[in-house]
Every structure is written in structure tokens, then in C-alpha cells.
């Protein structure tokens, strides 16, 4: 199966690595995320930490909930022109992770 080996990914100003390398692998149609990132501004809205590579952006815009180290709500949201962004319920520069995002791919 085609395999892309794990990708690291080129960050927003303002977002930094937490400890795990934030990168992205492609396996077949499969799309594998790790890592997690920290947004050193807190903020509530939608924000762009990374543009996922060509070859591995969704077929159409995806949500998915996050967990962090704050009791905030989070959001991360993959979207089919590229942008990865994140969403906190409150100001909070927690990290977030990136484990456990995955999705197909045509």
C-alpha cells in the first residue's frame, strides 16, 4: 500500500510544537495526524494552525472534538481547502492534540 512515511507539518505563527512533533501520514486513503501543537495566544475563535499538504486535505471540510489540559470545549476542523483550525470555548493557551484525527481520502 502507499505509504508517505510521517510528515511533519509547518506551523502558524503563533502555534508551536507541545512535546510531540506535529505531523501527518498518508497510508493508502487513509489520513493519520500526531502530535500536538500550542496556540501561545488564547483566544475563542476558529484560528489556522497548519495547511495540510496537498495530497492528504479531505474531500470536504471535517469536525472533530478535542480534549486538552483545560476544561474548555475544543474543536479541531480539517478543511477541504486546506486550512487545519482549532476552536476553544474559552481563552486558553492549552495544547491540542492532534492524536486521533484521521479520515479518508478519495
Same mark, same amino acid.
Given at each position: 500500500a502507499y505509504d508517505t512515511g510521517w510528515v511533519t507539518l509547518t506551523l502558524e *505563527?503563533?502555534?508551536t510544537a507541545?512535546? +510531540? &512533533?506535529p505531523q501527518v501520514r498518508r497510508v493508502g486513503k487513509l489520513?493519520?495526524?500526531?502530535?500536538?501543537i500550542v496556540n501561545s495566544t488564547a483566544t475563542t475563535t476558529l484560528t489556522r494552525a497548519f495547511v495540510i499538504p496537498q495530497g492528504f486535505r479531505p474531500p470536504a471540510s471535517l469536525n472533530f472534538? +478535542? !480534549?486538552t489540559n483545560s476544561v474548555t &470545549?475544543? %474543536?479541531a476542523s480539517a478543511e477541504a481547502g486546506g486550512d487545519m483550525?482549532?476552536? %476553544? *470555548?474559552a481563552s486558553t493557551a492549552g495544547w491540542r492534540p492532534l492524536n486521533?484525527? !484521521?479520515y479518508m481520502v478519495d
Open positions: *505563527s503563533g502555534w507541545g512535546g +510531540q &512533533t489520513i493519520i495526524f500526531r502530535g500536538h472534538p +478535542q !480534549s &470545549t475544543l %474543536a483550525k482549532f476552536y %476553544a *470555548s486521533g484525527i !484521521s
